[in-house]
């Protein structure tokens, strides 16, 4: 299958933590290919915005219109706009794409704090936002496109509720700015409201988080999944790259784009029966492996440089043809129906394990072990992972 296209119209970013170059990274680590039409060149880095230069709406569109006359999209993601100039001739061109799903990020202010849109520009934001199938605000944000005050969870759903009956579109109330343990997101497409809440990272390196999440979302509806999937699996994405951030900068420092998983069907972990623990750690640790994992004397797990990860697992009796392939899936339950109505026999059925995966077991014609899995964070960044790591 060729990749999903991802038309981005969006600002640049020197600093590479958000913007164009978070997009296309974004993009590309889930498999899609990304265009970009740049509306504004900026100078930052992680501790702010020094300058930003407007690009004009005359070339914003000769950009788009080079991308579609000849590469085509399969999703727009539209980002910083520019200018209220822009926006209008961005939505008027976007208006002839009637079946091209657009999610819009209606940036206002950087990570920093540095304002990007001024109040002409957000005015002009409505009209794109009727464009959308999904508009994804952050608290502040939602509160500018309302004039409401939002410091709560109850507060940031009745705004989602006014906005989406205003424009149509679906909204993504991003609950990030709020006061709470648990970070939680909400989903409005009409009157119904779904809720997603993770426990909060804690980290400076934010950077990007809002133009990350628009992206995965835009691919992922590129390739026909539903509305709440594209959520679930793009935020998936965002919080592995929170956990993987470089630490680059000495302010709000960019995410670990590379090191983030596809979201796609991966092989990305092995388990090998041990004999001795000590053995095979000291082994392993010698070939170049990273342990993020300590259970001592009985299971030991290593991440190597690409984000893969390799187990060891002492069982009594265990020989080499005991190893055990792991394939994730971040719709683990879905795959495993598919599966089964195509025939597939399984060992188990899909159980929450306390290691925090959701795991399912059969094996190969050959008898070869195969773990089917969903893990999310929590393979490579689990709770207990070696502070050393």
């Keep these: 299958m060729k990749p999903p296209r991802i038309l981005v119209i969006a600002g640049s970013d020197s600093g590479g933590g958000a913007g164009i170059q978070a997009d296309i990274k974004t993009v590309t680590m889930l498999g899609g290919f990304a ?8 100078a930052q880095n992680t501790l702010g915005v ?4 407007a690009v004009p709406a005359e070339m914003v569109l000769e950009q788009i219109d080079a991308v579609l006359a000849d590469i085509g999209a399969d999703a727009v993601k539209i980002g910083m706009i520019g200018s209220a100039e822009t926006a209008e001739a961005v939505a008027e061109r976007l208006e002839r794409l009637e079946t091209l799903p657009i999610v819009f990020d209606p940036v206002m202010v950087a990570t920093s704090g540095a304002a990007l849109a001024d109040a002409a520009t957000i005015a002009a934001f409505e009209r794109l936002m009727r464009l959308s199938i999904l508009v994804t605000p952050n608290a502040p944000e939602l509160a500018v496109l309302t004039g409401r005050a939002i410091d709560s969870l109850d507060e940031l759903r009745d705004a989602a509720l006014e906005l989406a009956a205003r424009t149509g579109a679906a909204v993504l109330a991003k609950g990030g700015h709020l006061d709470a343990a648990a970070l939680t997101d909400l989903l409005v497409e009409g009157e119904a409201v779904q809720s997603f809440a993770a426990p909060r990272i804690e980290t400076p390196h934010t950077h990007g988080t809002g133009c990350t999440l628009a992206s995965a979302i835009a691919v992922h509806l590129a390739r026909g999944r539903p509305l709440p999937e594209a959520v679930a699996r793009a935020r998936t994405f965002v919080r592995i790259a929170l956990l993987a951030a470089p630490g680059f900068g000495a302010g709000h420092g960019p995410m670990g784009h590379s090191d983030a998983s596809s979201g796609e069907v991966d092989l990305n972990q092995v388990t090998l029966p041990a004999e001795d623990y000590d053995a095979s750690v000291a082994f392993y640790r010698a070939l170049g492996l990273t342990q993020i994992v300590d259970s001592p004397g009985r299971y030991a797990r290593f991440e190597c440089p690409g984000g893969a990860t390799l187990s060891i697992h002492v069982e009594p009796g265990a020989k080499a043809g005991d190893a ?11 795959w495993v129906e598919q599966l089964r109505a195509a025939g597939i ?11 925090a995966w959701r795991e399912v077991h059969l094996r190969d014609p050959a008898g070869i072990r195969l773990c089917l899995y969903q893990a999310g964070e929590n393979r490579r960044f689990p709770p207990w992972r070696l502070p050393s790591a």
């Design 35 to 42: 265009t970009t039409a740049i509306t504004a060149v900026t």
């Design 345 to 355: 026999a399984f060992e188990t059925p899909p159980t929450d394990q306390r290691w």
């Design 324 to 334: 055990m392939i792991c394939l994730e899936s971040a719709q683990l339950d879905a």
């Design 50 to 53: 020094a300058a930003v230069m």
